[in-house]
């Protein structure tokens, strides 16, 4: 069954008690919060995501996001994320419970899915080839990858890249995008009728909103995708969009000190993302306006693969 | 409901065969959270039973091995990096504990998490070694001159060495008990059975007793019982091994309890890995042993904190009295590290002034 498919009432009453199971991607969650906005998130956010009875089976993470308790409570509510009984952040002001639910859950799988070499970037698919958008925070590529998401790409993730370590393949990971800041405006002035929930100001990350996943993204998110691309993107003012080829050695380089398990995959992760490399071709990507980089996008996918 | 999963996992992995998908889920936590995912793991495919893993679970084990192989590979580099940082210490330098098992290539190095590097050398040539690992780029963590002067005065170890690029941590020791322990055994004693490791020359391990020995006395004067059930894991690895190579070998280790002042700790360690884990063992150890064991009264009251602090540190095993017990074994294991009159005030400065400092510095 679908989240939206559970009435507010019983989502509220199942996240404060044993917890609803939810799936995304290639993971089972168990949650339990009796933080209203994170109810309010859920069912905002997740309504194309699959619910289960969390009695009935297996979860891969359990984690809880509640209210501090403690004469604190009365002066400055905080919300505290536990996996599994374990706290790995410091709490943060209530109303940023969702966000940090959100960064949690990031946590949760760049800390254990070791089955997978995990590189933080955004990836994007169209006709089965993946484009991964690696780049440091503030260069934009949520943004970017929104854009593409909402313009006929696939949203596989817009901040975890999974390379399966045995097929090379990209397995999505679609759950609500990320934005920060000016992104916001930026993504609402480009597709007026999509749906961001509501900012959580003062985060450690400036102003977070997050966009729901589209619908499509969500149906075929256990449909991997082959890498076809490596695209660093950076936003400049007044230029145009332009793609400029890249060194693929000094591509493998950054990609190796980006991924969050490189080092712990041992020689398996060299060899899964020196062939990630010899696969994809690797370009630089400097845009100003959406519509123009979107367009660059589609030019690229439009032609022949080299390699296949 | 599941609470002694894990332990029925370790003692008989057949029975997974019939586990429902809820005692999984909760399998899956005990064993993470006592640091034992990978060391199932490794069991379960030496018993050719790695098939009893549901499909959809056994990314939990292959990644849980992924990162002990890691930590594996980080421990023998770690271990060639001190073997050429102190060449030229007369020794022995002696590895304890989980970079001893790697050493020496014991059954229970794979697939187990290592916390830090624990190295034992003669009181004498304690400054000597210290040096010759700052210059090899392990540095005193910072401390507060409280704890600084309690380590140096009272401890068997002189405070953790971190690397300055690496972040690992040597605990560099003169001895395996405080200077304040009621029974201390004399570390020339351990040196003189140390072996000599043919494959890293300059390192050593203790003999197959000693390790038992002083993984026991670890376990049952130590407070921090986080990883206990790691730990008692590793006694039973240790004892069952000792035992395959050694007809010899249960006389010896009792012989040897009793000349190191430390046969309460192997009667503790018998009895709860027997306990916990099925470790087979000969009831004539057990009765050598009697004179070191406890009165009728102090055994009750160990089995029970033990039975309770040594399950793994999860809310599935936690009963009511579990917090009570924890704090008992972390109170009786500082009351036989020093006496009364340098307890309390340390107990009193842990629990007011520390946390105090803490948060100034946060």
């Known amino acids: ?308 | 409901m599941f609470r002694n999963v894990l332990l029925q996992a370790l003692k008989t992995p057949a029975s997974l065969s019939m586990l429902s998908m809820e005692g999984w889920d909760v399998l899956v936590r005990q064993a993470r959270a006592a640091g034992l995912l990978s060391r199932l793991s490794h069991q379960l495919q030496g018993m050719g039973l790695a098939n009893v893993v549901p499909p959809q679970i056994r990314w939990h084990f292959e990644a849980a091995d992924t990162l002990a192989l890691k930590q594996l590979t980080a421990v023998r580099r770690e271990l060639l990096a001190i073997q050429e940082a102190l060449a030229d210490l007369p020794g022995p330098v002696v590895v304890l504990k989980g970079a001893a098992y790697v050493a020496a290539r014991l059954p229970n190095a794979e697939g187990r998490l290592f916390n830090d590097i624990d190295l034992l050398v003669p009181r004498a040539q304690l400054s000597q070694a210290e040096s010759a690992l700052m210059l090899a780029g392990w540095h005193p963590a910072p401390l507060s001159d409280y704890d600084r002067r309690y380590y140096r005065r009272w401890m068997h170890e002189i405070p953790p060495l971190q690397h300055a690029i690496r972040e690992t941590v040597i605990d560099l020791h003169h001895a395996i008990l405080p200077e304040t322990a009621r029974y201390r055994p004399d570390p020339s004693q351990l040196f003189a059975r140390a072996v000599a490791l043919s494959d890293w020359p300059g390192l050593a391990v203790l003999s197959p007793e000693d390790r038992i020995l002083h993984s026991a006395t670890h376990l049952f004067h130590d407070g921090e019982l986080a990883h206990g059930l790691r730990d008692l894991s590793d006694l039973d690895l240790l004892i069952r091994d000792a035992a395959a190579r050694d007809a010899n070998f249960w006389m010896q280790l009792a012989k040897r309890a009793d000349t190191l002042q430390l046969g309460r700790s192997l009667y503790y360690a018998l009895r709860y890995t027997r306990h916990f884990l099925d470790t087979p063992m000969p009831d004539t150890v057990l009765e050598m042993l009697r004179p070191a064991a406890p009165a009728r009264l102090t055994r009750a009251l160990m089995d029970a904190v033990f039975s309770r602090a040594l399950l793994p540190d999860h809310a599935s095993c936690d009963g009511s009295c579990t917090p009570v017990a924890r704090l008992a074994a972390y109170v009786r294991a500082h009351w036989l590290r020093m006496p009364a009159h340098l307890l309390i005030p340390h107990l009193l400065h842990k629990a007011l002034i520390s946390p105090h400092l803490e948060s100034r510095h946060t």
């Open chain 1, 1 to 308: 069954m679908k989240l939206l498919q559970l009435p507010a009432a019983d989502l509220r009453q199942q996240l404060a008690g044993s917890g609803i199971w939810l799936r995304t991607g290639p993971f089972s969650i168990r949650l339990r919060s009796r933080i209203a906005d994170v109810a309010t998130g859920l069912a905002d956010l997740y309504g194309q995501f699959e619910v289960r009875n969390p009695r009935e089976v297996f979860a891969d993470f359990h984690v809880s996001i509640e209210p501090q308790t403690g004469v604190r409570r009365w002066v400055r509510p905080q919300a505290q994320f536990s996996f599994d009984g374990f706290q790995p952040f410091k709490p943060l002001p209530r109303d940023q419970a969702f966000p940090m639910l959100e960064w949690g859950l990031n946590w949760c799988v760049s800390t254990h899915a070791h089955q997978y070499l995990i590189i933080h970037a955004a990836v994007v698919e169209k006709d089965g080839r993946a484009a991964i958008l690696p780049a440091p925070p503030g260069s934009g590529k949520s943004t970017l990858a929104a854009a593409l998401s909402l313009s006929g790409w696939r949203l596989l993730s817009d901040e975890l890249t999974l390379i399966d370590r045995k097929t090379g393949l990209v397995h999505p990971l679609p759950r609500p995008v990320s934005l920060k800041n000016q992104s916001i405006d930026v993504i609402r002035q480009f597709a007026p009728d999509v749906f961001i929930n509501k900012p959580a100001h003062d985060t450690v990350k400036g102003t977070v909103a997050h966009l729901r996943p589209p619908r499509e993204s969500v149906r075929r998110q256990h449909e991997p995708a082959r890498p076809g691309w490596v695209i660093f993107p950076k936003w400049e003012p007044g230029i145009a969009a332009q793609l400029t080829p890249r060194s693929k050695a000094q591509t493998l380089i950054f990609l190796a000190q980006n991924a969050f398990n490189y080092s712990h995959l041992g020689t398996s992760g060299f060899q899964v993302a020196a062939s990630l490399i010899d696969g994809v071709e690797c370009h630089d990507f400097r845009y100003s306006a959406l519509p123009d980089a979107i367009a660059a996008f589609d030019a690229l996918a439009s032609h022949a693969p080299l390699s296949a």
